[in-house]
């Protein structure tokens, strides 16, 4: 059974920092481009930052371009998201999954359960 466990959200005021962390467990994803998603209260999912396949090519948001990095360790089977200037509108259930190189949404039914980030003024 595939599936990807999201850890290291938490309670952080503006302007901090956090570091999400996807674990992948019943097949590898290394062959595969990665990304973290996004859902606050109300709102669609939404895309936050892909990786491909090793790690070495990336693609943001707008809304977090400059203050977020996205990255991997295929060893380990874990992505990373590394968020900084984090701003209460970041306020969100965070998700990864695979995706297909290029695309904002994914196709795959690998969520997982997210991990609640929370940014307080």
């Known amino acids: 059974q595939v599936q990807l466990a999201e850890s290291g959200g938490g309670l952080v005021q503006a302007g901090g920092s956090l570091r999400l962390s996807c674990a992948a467990s019943?097949?590898?994803?290394?062959?595969?481009?990665m990304a973290w998603f996004r859902q606050a209260p109300g709102k669609d999912r939404e895309f936050v930052a892909a990786a491909s396949w090793s790690g070495s090519s990336t693609y943001y948001a707008d809304s977090v371009q400059g203050r977020f990095i996205i990255s991997r360790d295929n060893a380990e089977n874990m992505v990373y998201l590394q968020m900084n200037s984090l701003k209460p509108e970041d306020s969100a259930v965070y998700y990864c999954n695979k995706v297909d190189w290029g695309y904002r949404w994914s196709k795959y039914n690998y969520w997982g359960r997210g991990t609640q980030v929370t940014v307080s003024p």
């Open positions: 019943g097949r590898t994803f290394r062959d595969d481009p």
